[in-house]
């Protein structure tokens, strides 16, 4: 059923409304996605202050980029990066671009300062300028915006805004019978089941990491396909519990930052490798265990991280620190696993490690 929006769902009944109208269902799957979040401050909804979310959007910002003169972009995450770059690579000089957030270094949050500042400074050296430990005050204009306000007192002049303030999942349809994860996820077990024959997966989804058993939600095209898959699996009665290794991908000015694991909570980050030429492996510790890791130009890096993460073979913190074991180790303990690998690409994933 396409072109037709879903009213509410009722789980005791196993019922899906549509206006009038009562679905009965006997396995439902929640994959509602999530929404780009607008922050709430004054002048957000002026024009010219774009989200990035949807194939029309992005057809939005290009064709207002090409007129504008002075672009910020609010949020120094994934979205907000990779539209600096791609914007200022194209148009160069023809547009100043100012990234704003709050936190002190691009991708602190997720990336560590380290990491972070290597990429704050490869945009640097290529144009964009950057307000961080900044937040945002208001947007100003009159039917249009004209400028960002900060909170340190700044003004930043503006004819286009991007906010790349991260997306809010569509929960509004489980809010009263399902629980809500703090994230803002529906809360699921391993299996990605929420209640009785309801599942839910994608953006939507909160589930039990299965190597910490904390409930975690990633934001990843990769991550909405695997657990599509899985969902399906337990939906048609073949019980397969999800545990994959995230694993997802940046392009930061033509070079590509993987990443694998979950590295929320982490307290130590160990570099192999040379920050400052963009070509390292960042390995992300919590209490001394190796949880995540990301690299740029190191080919396979994350492919082996994330077998040896899969399998539970990484070396410790510790020892990564005191360079007992490198990458080429790690690669030899996986290999030396191969047995242990369950998927159907008949070895492949060992002959490219």
């Known amino acids: 059923m396409t072109n037709t929006t879903v009213d509410s769902i009722d789980i005791n009944n196993q019922d899906v409304v549509v206006g009038q109208e009562k679905i009965h269902y006997d396995k439902l799957l929640l994959a509602t996605g999530g929404t780009a979040r607008r922050p709430q401050l004054d002048g957000v909804n002026l024009g010219n202050v774009h989200t990035l979310r949807q194939f029309n959007d992005l057809q939005s910002i290009r064709d207002k980029a090409k007129t504008a003169k002075n672009i910020v972009v609010v949020g120094a995450s994934f979205i907000g990066m990779e539209t600096a770059s791609a914007i200022k690579k194209e148009l ?97 077990d391993v299996f990605l089941k929420a209640a009785k024959n309801v599942y839910a997966s994608g953006d939507i989804s909160s589930y039990p990491y299965w190597v910490t058993g904390e409930h975690v939600r990633i934001e990843h095209q990769n991550e909405a396909v695997r657990q599509g898959y899985v969902a399906a699996l337990n939906i048609l009665g073949r019980p397969t519990p999800l545990t994959d290794v995230p694993f997802f991908w940046t392009r930061q000015w033509d070079r590509t930052l993987a990443y694998s694991g979950v590295g929320q909570g982490f307290d130590e980050v160990i570099v192999d490798g040379d920050l400052s030429q963009q070509k390292f492996v960042a390995y992300y510790a919590r209490k001394g265990r190796v949880v995540a890791s990301a690299s740029m130009n190191t080919p396979n890096a994350q492919m082996i991280i994330s077998e040896a993460l ?44």
Do not use: W, Y
């Open 92 to 188: 160069k000089d023809q547009v100043n671009i100012i990234v704003v957030d709050s936190t002190t270094v691009p991708f602190e949050r997720v990336l560590g300062k380290e990491v972070g500042g290597s990429l704050q400074k490869l945009h640097e050296a290529n144009g964009v300028e950057f307000e961080l430990n900044a937040g945002v005050k208001r947007i100003g204009g009159v039917g249009q915006v004209q400028r960002v306000d900060l909170l340190n007192g700044k003004s930043l002049q503006a004819d286009l805004v991007i906010l790349g303030t991260g997306i809010q999942p569509n929960n509004k349809l489980a809010k009263d019978q399902l629980k809500i994860s703090p994230n803002g996820g529906i809360e699921t």
């Open 310 to 353: 899969r399998l539970n073979v990484m070396p410790s913190a510790e020892d990564l620190k005191e360079k007992k074991v490198n990458l080429d180790d790690i690669k030899k303990i996986v290999l030396s696993k191969g047995s242990s690998c369950h998927c159907k690409r008949a070895g492949q994933c060992q002959s490219q490690l």
